[in-house]
Structure formats: structure tokens, C-alpha cells
């Protein structure tokens, strides 16, 4: 599963903040006395004092980055189109989940552009190297599965399934799985990256099987799986593939540290420097960064 999605978590607690502004105006009225927006910006610190870091690094990671890195609406639309092709049935429920509606999340998902787009201009990668990663390339496809904890139970629902009874049905009855049972064992459209997240076996299995086959069952430390593919995308020509799998080489050579590390050369950069005393911690990295460089400077 994408990376954007253990780090919207993140993000869940800071979007209500992010527009929180500090200044005279009256946002509140009561015979007792007026709250002010600096005082609702002052409570706000000190109760959620983290939030609001991180309210403060989206708002900045955006007017920084959007400077140097432009994303259109149409990348932002077929990175959405990309999440709930991965999520399926289950995208309500990932927006539900991190109190997003889908407006913010597309604005999540253009700030995650932004980042790549700043990491991602800086590596560099062959034609050597494309080409031996389109070779072991896999085109995305739509997989559901049914996860038992024996293999008697596997067998049985082998047996059902040859008999004509429905994989959706038998997933719900018999599925361990709690994230794709109750969707009939739903896993979504999964890609070539994705599939790095699957145990080794699952994976495996997915190479022998074609679209509307139906696996033996599958023995992992997980219990005993039966797959289906039901759908698969087109492999294409490498010249036409060639830009995308070019980014997805980049992107898979970008491990957090290396991003940090651009992300706070950008902000360097741009000069930031936050002013409130109560707020210096949501930019620890680079005041580190800046610590270093000018003890390199003294000497």
C-alpha cells in the first residue's frame, strides 16, 4: 500500500489546525467577556502543542515548495483515482478513519506530490537500470483472497469453491483477514511496489496465477490463503512505459532520510525560521542541519 497512507495519519490531527490564525479579531462573544483569535491560538498551543507543529510544517512545506515544484489538478485527480483503485469498497471507510473528506485529502495528496516531485529531482537513475526494472515488472492487478488458519479449513472452502458456491460469500463466512472479509476479500488494485508489502509466498503465487484462476491454497505464517486474480491491466511496450517506470525507480530509491534531507535543504533555502518560541520544534531537522553547517563554518 502506498507509503501516503501510514502518513496521513499525520495529517488527521493538523488539518483542523492548519488555518488557525493569531490576531485582535473576536471570534467568540459572551456576556462573561470576547475570546480573540490569539487567545484561542494561545489555548490551542498548549493543548495541542504537537498538532500544531505539524499544522505549521504542511502550511509551510506548501508556500516553500510550491515556489520551485508545480503539480496540476490532473496529477492530484489520477493520484486520487490511484488510492481508491488500492482501497476499493474500503475508501469511505480510510477517509472516515482520518476524519478526511475528500477534498482534503486531495490536498494531502498534492502536498505528497510536492515532496516528491522536490526528493525525487535530485536522483538519478540509467537507462540500464530502467530497463532491468521494467523486466521484473509487474502490471497492477485486482487480487481477493480468503485467509483460513488450517489447512483442513482451506480445504474445505477449495471444495466449496469447486462446487460453484460464491468467493465473495466464502470470504465472509470463513476470511481471518479483518481488512478484506467483509468486502468479499476485496484487496483492491494492487501494483508492482504494493506487492512488496505481501508475505513472500503470497507474492509468489501471484506469478503463477491468471486473470480469473483460483489458487491452491497458499501456506504462510499468516495461516492458508486462496487467491483469485479477477482483473489485470495490459503490460506495455518499454518505450511506452519508460517515463512512469523512471519515476517509479526514483521513488523506490528515495528512503525517508534522503527525503528529509532535500525537504530541509528546500526550507533552508527559502530562509525559514520560525518566530514562535512555542513552535521551534516543527522544524528540529533543520535547526540541527543549520547547527551543523555552522560549526563547519567556525572551523
Not at 214 to 222: H, M, R, Y
Amino acid at each position: 500500500m502506498k507509503k501516503w497512507i501510514l502518513s496521513a495519519s499525520l495529517v488527521a490531527g493538523a488539518v483542523g489546525l492548519a488555518g488557525c490564525g493569531a490576531g485582535d479579531d473576536v471570534v467568540a462573544t459572551s456576556k462573561a467577556g470576547d475570546v480573540t483569535q490569539q487567545e484561542l491560538y494561545d489555548s490551542m498551543k498548549e493543548k495541542y502543542s504537537p498538532q500544531m507543529e505539524q499544522a505549521l510544517q504542511e502550511v509551510m512545506y506548501k508556500k516553500v515548495l510550491s515556489e520551485k515544484y508545480e503539480v496540476s489538478d490532473k496529477e492530484v485527480d489520477k493520484e486520487l483515482k490511484k488510492a481508491k483503485e488500492q482501497l476499493g469498497p474500503q475508501y469511505e471507510a480510510f477517509l472516515a478513519q482520518y476524519n478526511l473528506d475528500e477534498k482534503g485529502f486531495k490536498d494531502f495528496l498534492k502536498l505528497e506530490l510536492l515532496r516528491e516531485k522536490a526528493a525525487l529531482s535530485d536522483i538519478k537513475v540509467t537507462d540500464k537500470e530502467v530497463k532491468e526494472y521494467y523486466d521484473k515488472w509487474q502490471p497492477p492487478m485486482k487480487i481477493r483472497h480468503i485467509l483460513v488458519e488450517d489447512e483442513k479449513k482451506a480445504k474445505e472452502v477449495e471444495d466449496k469453491l469447486a462446487k460453484g458456491e460464491k468467493f465473495d460469500a466464502l470470504a465472509k463466512e470463513y476470511s481471518s483477514d479483518p481488512g478484506s472479509a467483509q468486502n468479499g476479500g476485496d484487496l483492491g488494485w494492487v501494483d508492482s511496489q504494493s506487492r512488496e508489502q505481501f508475505v513472500p509466498e503470497f507474492s509468489k503465487a501471484l506469478d503463477t496465477l491468471k486473470k480469473g484462476e483460483i489458487s491452491k491454497p497458499v501456506k504462510s505464517d499468516l495461516g492458508f490463503h486462496i487467491i483469485e486474480i479477477t482483473d489485470m491491466k495490459e503490460k506495455k511496450l518499454f518505450k511506452d512505459m519508460k517515463p512512469e517506470l523512471t519515476k517509479e525507480l526514483k521513488q523506490s530509491k528515495a528512503d525517508p532520510e534522503t527525503i528529509q534531507k532535500k525537504l530541509d535543504k528546500e526550507l533552508k533555502a527559502a530562509d525559514v525560521k520560525v518566530k514562535d518560541e512555542d513552535l521551534k520544534g516543527a522544524f528540529g531537522g533543520l535547526s540541527d542541519s543549520d547547527k551543523k553547517s555552522d560549526k563547519e563554518e567556525e572551523k
